[in-house]
Each structure stands twice: as C-alpha cells, then as structure tokens.
T-cell receptor, first 112, second 114 residues
Framework: AQKVTQAQTEISVVEKEDVTLDCVYE???????LFWYKQPPSGELVFLIR??????QNEISGRYSWNFQKSTSSFNFTITASQVVDSAVYFC?????????FGGGTRLMVKP | SQTIHQWPATLVQPVGSPLSLECTVE??????LYWYRQAAGRGLQLLFY??????ISSEVPQNLSASRPQDRQFILSSKKLLLSDSGFYLC?????????????FGPGTRLTVL
C-alpha cells in the first residue's frame, strides 16, 4: 500500500527565515515518482516538482530546493528566505497508475 | 497550452437538493480526468476518475456520481445533497495513466450544504 506522511501540520515562520517541509513515504515499488504541490489561499493546487526514484540529486529552483533521500524514504522541501507569498498548504504526493496518494499537507504561514 | 475550468466557483445549496458541477479541459485530447474533494482543514480525497468518454471509476462509495459525456468534460452530480457533502471540489487532468504523469488542477468549487 502507498502512504505519504507529512508530520508537520502547521509551521509558522517570520519572513526571510528558511523553512523545511518534511515528507516521508511508503511504497513497495522499486521505481516511483514523487510530487510536491502548493495550495495557496485561492484553493487551486499548483504543481511544483516531480522527482523519480533513480535520481537522488538535489533539485534547486530559485528559493526552492528538494532533498530526496531514498535510504530514509524522505522527500523534503526547503524554502530559503521565505516570503509572505509562500504562505500556503503544501502537499507531497506519490503517484501509482491513475492514483495520487497525497500526504495530509503542511500549512505554512510566513509572517512579515 | 492547456487550461482547466470549473464552475460554479462557489455554491450554497440546501440539504436534499440536486447538484451539478462541471469541469472542462482545453488544449488537449483524451485526458485522464479526476474529481477530488477536500473537506475543511483536511487532505484530498479522490472521488472519481475517468480514462475516456463514458468510463468512470469510483473510489469512494457515496451519494455522488460522475459522468463524462464528452472527451474534455467531466461532471459531478448528486440527486440529493447531504450536509457531509460540503467541501472544496477539485477537478484535475493528466496526460496519460502512468506513474510519472502529474495531475493539473482546476480552480475548484466551494460547496456549502445548509
């Protein structure tokens, strides 16, 4: 069975702080993908990144970076120098066939 | 480019009334289509998905139904709404079935059942 756990339900930081959102997953597949989505207050889910299990290189996109560690089944997301516009709920997801297994989400609040 | 539309954006309905939410995708053919529900403060629950016209798979037993009358149109319906049907309904599409295909989401419909 597939499972995604985001243990941090809510995180509050002050602008310009760095913040890391944790994601731990369970799967029996030997190759798989992982996604991150952002859900701003408007409600629409915005796709952020896709990683596959055979590429453990960290990915960086501007202030966003992702750390994939297959040995610990984790795919953590770091925002550097957070901004108020980063305030949102962030979901980690594990796809399999037609299905996406989502984590429960982490609500990030960035205060000015 | 591809876009996904949902309407209405918000809806307030009395218990026992019918429901029809519509989702359309532009700029692609033969997409996989999905309906999700997100209850307040909770995660996403997959309700239905469709791999083609007239092909609907249900993930959760409930009083909702889905239909796909056209390739890029996906409709969520109910004959009689329950209070527990309140939530945020999201439609999504993906290119093909497969583990590497991300799903792209619409703006959502916020449904309140009173």
């Amino acid at each position: 069975a597939q499972k995604v756990t985001q243990a941090q339900t809510e995180i509050s930081v002050v602008e310009k702080e760095d913040v890391t959102l944790d994601c731990v997953y369970e799967t029996r597949d030997t190759t798989y993908y992982l996604f991150w989505y952002k859900q701003p207050p408007s409600g629409e889910l915005v796709f952020l990144i896709r990683r596959n299990s055979f590429d453990e290189q960290n990915e960086i996109s501007g202030r966003y970076s992702w750390n994939f560690q297959k040995s610990t089944s984790s795919f953590n997301f770091t925002i550097t120098a957070s901004q108020v516009v980063d305030s949102a709920v962030y979901f980690c997801a594990l796809p399999r066939g037609n299905m996406l297994t989502f984590g429960g989400g982490t609500r990030l609040m960035v205060k000015p | 480019s591809q876009t996904i539309h949902q309407w209405p954006a918000t809806l307030v309905q009395p218990v026992g009334s019918p429901l029809s939410l519509e989702c359309t995708v532009e700029g692609t053919s033969n997409p996989n289509l999905y309906w999700y529900r997100q209850a307040a403060g909770r995660g996403l629950q997959l309700l239905f998905y469709s791999v083609g016209i007239g092909q609907i798979s249900s993930e959760v037993p409930q009083n909702l139904s889905a239909s796909r009358p056209q390739d890029r149109q996906f409709i969520l319906s109910s004959k009689k709404l329950l209070l527990s049907d309140s939530g945020f309904y999201l439609c999504a599409w993906s290119w093909l079935a497969g583990d590497h295909n991300e799903q792209f989401f619409g703006p959502g419909t916020r449904l309140t059942v009173l």
